[in-house]
């Protein structure tokens, strides 16, 4: 649901973060940071021609789910200490340095993402993580 307020040009992704109680503390969705232009008003180098996913990730004007929904709860004071995050797509290495950083001791994902380095850092800081398809 939160993955339709992206801004995004060429991927719609949400996420939320669950306390270990099951309460939501914070959503998230790919777009450009507060008070800055959104990519269909400036462009985004996710368009460029033969750009491949996943790389030049630095140059992009968005920031992913699962980081602004880490941002989100960091900026309204709230804990993900042992929190459990639920993500569309599987997360690129930026966004699981952050998530093992935030203290979030779970990844619960829909679509997979080829990111090696992700599923490497993840089980080296004993964060569990599964992939789930829906029916």
Do not use: W
């Amino acid at each position: 649901m939160f993955a339709e307020f992206s801004t995004c040009l060429s991927r719609k992704v949400g996420c939320i973060i669950a306390s270990d109680a099951g309460h939501i503390i914070s959503t998230g969705y790919n777009g450009a940071p507060k008070k800055t232009c959104h990519s269909e008003e400036a462009g985004c180098y996710c368009q460029e021609p033969g750009r491949v996913s996943g790389t030049y990730q630095e140059r992009l004007r968005c920031s992913h789910a699962e980081l602004n929904a880490i941002a989100q709860a960091a900026y309204e004071g709230v804990s993900t200490k042992d929190a459990r995050i639920y993500c569309v797509t599987f997360p690129c290495s930026f966004c699981c340095k952050a998530i093992i950083q935030s203290g979030i001791r779970s990844v619960t994902y829909e679509e997979d993402y080829n990111d090696d380095l992700s599923k490497t850092l993840f089980e080296e800081a004993g964060i569990d993580f599964r992939q789930i398809i829906p029916t």
